[in-house]
T-cell receptor, first 113, second 114 residues
């Protein structure tokens, strides 16, 4: 079974530029999460989708971050404009209805300079 | 709200030493508990889990027991190897309103020397 796929693996941008990350969850997983992991800290939830609907986006900085999952499968996370403090690893995870645990992709490491 | 507290690292051990990484939690419901491991440059991999009180999760020589009375889920291994060097995250997932939202601790770095 294929795991959670994310791209790109690495991205370097200048502050005030925009960037987008892509995630393809495990086939059949209705729940998809985006997490932000700052160096030396645990992952922090940004947004949770159930199919194509948002369940929780209370921690998403909506003035600059946006996410969508239009067809209930792939998802994109966008930052516009980026700030230096957005430098982090962005992790995508998915969960199936029979699982209590989430399965994670390898993440995208973003560096804002 | 939900939260997870882990012991601070790094934990530095010699090969074949005994490992304990402490984890305590606060949750409003009846959470499932997890340990994830993160190797350098990689995402998080599930190491083990326990879904109800007194359950013991185990995998690759690691164990953790869900202790509801002490709200703890400490990770243990009898004999660590150099290849166990990684960052370990304790997490909980609470089925509040039917949505499982994993909440993570800060992570504990483990360094094992030959």
């Amino acid at each position: 079974e294929a795991g959670v796929a994310q791209s790109p693996r690495y991205k370097i941008i200048e502050k005030r530029q925009s960037v987008a990350f892509w995630c393809n969850p495990i086939s059949g997983h209705a729940t998809l999460y985006w997490y932000q992991q700052i160096l030396g800290q645990g992952p922090k939830l940004l947004i949770q989708f159930q199919n194509n609907g948002v369940v929780d986006d209370s921690q998403l900085p909506k003035d600059r971050f946006s996410a969508e999952r239009l067809k209930g499968v792939d998802s994109t996370l966008k930052i516009q404009p980026a700030k230096l403090e957005d430098s982090a690893v962005y992790l995508c995870a998915s969960r199936g209805t029979v699982n209590t645990e989430a399965f994670f992709g390898q993440g995208t490491r973003l560096t804002v300079v | 709200g939900n939260s997870v507290t882990q012991m601070e690292g790094p934990v530095t051990l010699s090969e074949e030493a005994f490992l304990t990484i402490n984890c305590t939690y606060t949750a409003t419901g009846y959470p499932s508990l997890f340990w994830y491991v993160q190797y350098p440059g990689e995402g998080l991999q599930l190491l083990l889990k326990a879904t109800k009180a007194d359950d013991k999760g185990s995998n690759k020589g690691f164990e953790a027991t869900y202790r509801k009375e002490t709200t703890s889920f400490h990770l243990e291994k009898g004999s660590v190897q150099v290849s166990d060097s990684a960052v370990y995250f304790c997490a909980l997932s609470d089925s509040l309103r039917g949505s499982y939202i994993p909440t993570f601790g800060r992570g504990t770095s483990l360094i094992v020397h030959p």
